[in-house]
């Protein structure tokens, strides 16, 4: 369990409701956006919130297999609605931004976007013209900004989305998988 994990556990049981303020939207919005002053990275905010969300969802749930009608659930919606106004306001101006690390050198972008070509020019020539597969390839090109584990977990993504639609066959699949994720092992060690 990282800190923000343990920092959203906390703040539900011991802070969030339970702050001796009547649990009204306008006091839940208030202990909230004290509690997230606390975090720099809109990351972390966003991680922290949706624990949160989540840790209120599984409360009530469970709350709600042996409640006779006390009204816990009402201050639980409020303090979720609460939460996801935060999300969304997080969301309008949060752009994702991978690790160093993670980031393709723009060599490495160039090169996958030229491997893409080569396999729709070599799909094509192969007739497998159906649109859908040139429109999922292309739309690879778009999203190098994911950084290298989430580009790769999308191209993983839409070759099985590919495959389980009968478009192309597993083993042409697993050779187009293996062209592009050549050169990046570490990555694929780490999405197997």
């Known amino acids: 369990m990282n800190i923000v994990e343990k920092e959203a556990i906390e703040f539900y049981e011991y802070g969030f409701l339970n702050s001796g303020k009547y649990n009204n939207l306008e006091n839940l919005k208030s202990t909230l956006t004290s509690k997230l002053y606390n975090f720099n990275r809109d990351r972390d905010k966003l991680d922290f919130l949706k624990i949160l969300s989540s840790t209120c969802i599984d409360d009530v749930k469970n709350h709600m297999k042996t409640c006779t009608g006390c009204g816990y659930d009402k201050e639980r919606n409020v303090a979720l609605f609460a939460i ?44 497998f013209g159906q649109q859908i597969i040139f429109e999922e390839i292309e739309e690879l090109k778009n999203h190098f900004d994911l950084g290298k584990k989430t580009w790769f977990q999308l191209l993983k993504g ?35």
């Open 84 to 127: 996801n106004q935060e999300i969304e306001s997080i969301n309008r101006y949060y752009a994702f931004e991978p690790n160093k690390d993670d980031k393709f050198t723009t060599q490495e972008e160039s090169k996958l976007h030229s491997k893409l070509n080569k396999i729709i020019e070599d799909l094509e020539k192969q007739s």
């Open 158 to 192: 839409k070759l099985v989305e590919i495959t389980i639609e009968g478009a192309l066959e597993k083993t042409i699949v697993k050779e187009i998988f293996a062209n592009l994720s050549e050169g990046f092992e570490q990555i694929n060690k780490m999405l197997n």
